[in-house]
């Protein structure tokens, strides 16, 4: 398996897609879009592929993405030598003014615990905690911090359809067509941050919660898509030997100080050729549905997770679901819509 | 409107670094607070000006009298 990291100004057109032309089969994977699949095959359909989202979905997704791109810039500050006090001050700075139209309302529950000042605070406190961190970003051979990277490699296997594709064009005797028939699949994601630890080399993600931070918040990674995923990147992507992930727990309070659980999580080779071949499987099954054109319910799965956000959307007959999604849920334009393609 | 309300409010480009450090100590001693148990989520309605548009309760024009 090749990879690469992508610089985040790095040439990816919002339009290239992550499904094959013409068809609903996906073959650019992340953790989010592999994880839905897993959970549910019609979940999956219904975020991935056709774009629905919950209207307060934007502020779960502002809130995470403006909290890592203020520690981003921590980290970045500190691996060039700029004090602790100084970075903080940048940070909130720039924070201040890329929130400046951030403003939810106080009124829905996402609004009154991610609301901007409460970002603010989370950040300042986070940064205050981890201040002396024994955890040290790793340097990369280009001199380069290891902080927020965006990976994608490709695997040793594309889709069946396209291995039928270039066997025809074979055939056909057709070398532009084989060409095109031989895409294989990609997995794409984001990593926080690589470091040093204990003499180890980790990679370090960051999750804000409303929980509370115990030892089953943690147990939850372990096993996890995610996880595994992301410490197979670090590994291929790197070329080193990835130990496993820290994962810093952030508690978002209103009435008590916010709360920082740091827990680890490890991945043997085993592990992760097992899930390799999970991912086969899985993969292949995409490709029914997609040929199917029809993703199966997983009506196992609907009281997961404090309950499917669709559930409600599911537990109407086929022929109305389309109205009720319509009023309780954003669908995204297509250039909009979940793209593993595009790096952060 | 407290302080960090006007600051908050203010283009964050007109903020001067003594304002950013003004902002950053806000946070730290708002989290001291929690730490102690203080409350420091602000209430949603302003109650002291609600009460204040109250009239004083006027006498009732018939006398109850009680059953028991």
Redesign the interface.
Known sequence: MDGEFLKPDHDVSASLSHLLPGTKLQFAWDSTSLGLLKTCPRLYELTILEGYTPRDESVHLRFGGEFHTALEQYDHSRANGVRHEDA??DV??EL??RT?DFDPS?DTKAGKYKS??NL??LV??YL?HFGEDPAVTFIKEDGTPAVELSFRFELDWGPGIEVQGKQYMKELDDPQGIREFSQPYLLCGHLDRVVHFNDQLMVLDRKTTQTTLTEYFFRQFEPNNQMTLYILAGRVVLGTMIKGIIIDGCQI??????RFVRGMTYRTEDQIEEWLGDLKVLLAQAESYAQANHWPMNDTACDKFGGCQFRGICSKSPQVRERFLRADFEKLEEGKRWNPLIPR | MNDLDELMSRDPMDLSAQDIDSIVLYHRRQRARRAAGEKTTKPKVDISGIMGTLKSAVAPAVKITRRI
Do not use: A, M
């Open positions: 903080i001050h909130v700075r201040l003014i400046v106080p901007r000042e603010i605070q300042i406190d205050d309070l209103l009435e008590s100080p916010n």
